[in-house]
């Protein structure tokens, strides 16, 4: 199996920068979110990370996540993530103005520079001692020790935020791989770097290797398994722990889509999840259960039909376990399934600033509320020939010059067939004339039909004629033409 290298793109070896112009979210009653609850279901570097994001655009909260982000950074192994914390918190400063009572940068926590040149002299010598073991083992050729030298380097590598030397160590033990395990060790490892970094392009090859890899290692464990107790014990330990990276598989796979924009596939493969312990460590370290349920809940809402709503996700019993852990996510499913649909985009609107600080999910935002609010007025009109806008204003909680927009906007794009009244403000289905288009098929039909018949009887008449040429014996024509010759093939 061959192991593609990813070239070093911008961003990589460190932590991508926050955007230039972050759209600032309020954290308030009307949008409320509990950063300490939050920050509690993760553990690692993606804690420091979600800090920086949300200290970029919510000012109101970017005090309080600076202070917790210089407290993590000081319990990591990489020091330059203070220079992305400050980047991040001088944006919001700028972005937010004067008044935003925000204070300045001499004003807040600095970090410890003492502890960042201790831990930048440990990092050193960790590396170096890392490298020497490297090169002794690389000169005793001994296979398995160099391709735990090279993951032990990958995974020092990640710990200080060089990801583009991670990923070449990775990738480089591959070379040194001789069971599949092996193999789908180091495409789990490589996965797990691509999500941490939100290098998103890339999952899709890894997770095809590691299928591959996972596919191979089911087969030699199979083959090696024995019969009696001790190989059906083993048998199943294998099948569970199977079921346990594909689930790592199947989110990585997700993620890809939903990055990519395709909310369909995504929602497949998030609805598709084991429960939360199939994904091991990943918990907490990437992502925490409640994430995926708001990401498969509203890539489902964007992108399925009702009654697949239901039957996949509403009635999925893997998938409750993750919404219980977003208890407005369930309310807003049945709102949905209800009909419900001002209470849809009320909640929409009230947990924005959660969806917005998520990493993963922060610029699909605005596209998703879209989609799922485009689905709610196709689907609130669709039993009616014609209807006042007033009365969707109030079904949305919108004003009727808001309806009017988004009705003419569907009209356009042709989600709804109809047409608006804006003297008297009502939206009117274009009337179908089901009687007309049966006669009009019907025609189409008996003209066909009677086009067919004129060839088989012209047909007919040039073999009466003796005017139809035949090919050779033995001709490769000869079984064609004689099956064509009640289908009137080659008589036009």
């Known amino acids: 199996m061959d192991i593609d290298i990813i070239e070093e793109t911008q961003g990589m070896g460190s932590t991508p920068s926050p955007p230039k112009k972050p759209l600032l979210v309020p954290v308030d009653d009307a949008h409320p979110f509990d950063l300490e609850g939050y920050i509690a279901n993760y553990s690692g570097r993606t804690v420091i990370e979600r800090l920086i994001h949300i200290t ?3 000012p ?18 990489d020091p330059s993530l203070y220079q ?17 009572g925000l204070p300045d940068l001499q004003n807040v926590p600095q970090l410890d520079t003492k502890w960042a040149d201790e831990t930048i002299t440990r990092n050193q010598a960790e590396r170096m001692k890392l490298e020497v073991e490297l090169k ?64 998103y392009t890339h999952l899709t090859t890894y997770v095809f290797k590691a299928d591959a890899a996972l596919d191979a290692a089911a087969a030699q464990n199979t083959g090696n398994g024995g019969t009696g107790v001790g190989g059906a014990s083993s048998k199943k330990k294998a099948n569970a722990d199977r079921e346990h990276v594909q689930s790592k598989l199947d989110f990585a796979t997700a993620l890809a889509h939903l990055s990519a924009g395709n909310y369909e596939r995504a929602a497949f493969f998030f609805l ?32 399925f039909k009702r009654a697949a709503i239901k039957s996949r996700l509403l009635d999925n019993t893997v998938f409750s376990g993750y919404i219980e852990q977003e208890p407005y996510i369930r309310e807003l499913i049945e709102a949905y399934l209800a009909s419900n649909f001002k209470t849809v985009l009320e909640l929409l609107s009230r ?23 485009n689905w709610a007025v196709v689907l609130y009109f ?11 204003s109030a079904a949305f909680g919108w004003t009727v010059e808001e309806v009017e927009y988004h009705v003419v906007s569907l009209i356009q794009s042709g989600s709804i067939q109809g047409r608006v009244d804006s003297q008297n403000k009502i939206l009117l289905a274009k009337k179908t004339d089901y009687r007309a288009e049966l006669f009009a098929r019907a025609i189409k039909a008996g003209t ?22 035949k090919p050779p014996k033995g001709s490769q024509y000869q079984n064609i033409m004689a099956a064509g010759e009640f289908f009137g093939a080659g008589g036009e």
């Open 56 to 58: 970029a655009i919510a």
């Open 272 to 303: 598709k999840l084991g429960p939360a312990s199939d994904l091991g460590d990943w918990v907490g370290k990437l992502i925490a259960p409640g994430d995926i349920a708001i990401y498969g809940t509203l890539c489902a809402l964007s992108s």
């Open 60 to 77: 109101s909260i970017a005090t309080e996540t600076y202070q917790l982000a210089i407290q993590h950074i000081h319990q990591s192994r």
């Open 84 to 100: 992305y914390l400050l980047q991040a918190y001088e944006l919001v400063l700028s972005n937010s103005g004067e008044g935003s």
């Open 351 to 373: 947990y924005s600033t959660r969806h917005y600080l998520d990493i993963h999910l922060s610029l699909h935002v605005q596209e998703l509320t879209n989609l799922i609010r």
């Open 382 to 392: 669709q039993p009616f020939a014609s209807i006042k806008l007033e009365r969707m």
């Open 448 to 469: 066909e039909i009677q086009a067919a018949n004129k060839k088989l009887l012209f047909r007919m008449k040039l073999q009466q004629a003796d005017l139809v040429i």
């Open 136 to 199: 002794t083992y690389s000169n005793n050729m001994i296979k398995e020790s160099i391709r735990m030298a090279h993951r032990d380097l990958g995974d020092f590598y990640r710990a200080v935020g060089d990801y583009g030397t991670a990923l070449k160590h990775y990738t480089k033990s591959r070379e040194f791989c001789t069971t599949s395990q092996h193999v789908l060790d180091m495409c789990l490892s490589v996965l797990e770097l691509l999500i941490e970094q939100r290098n």
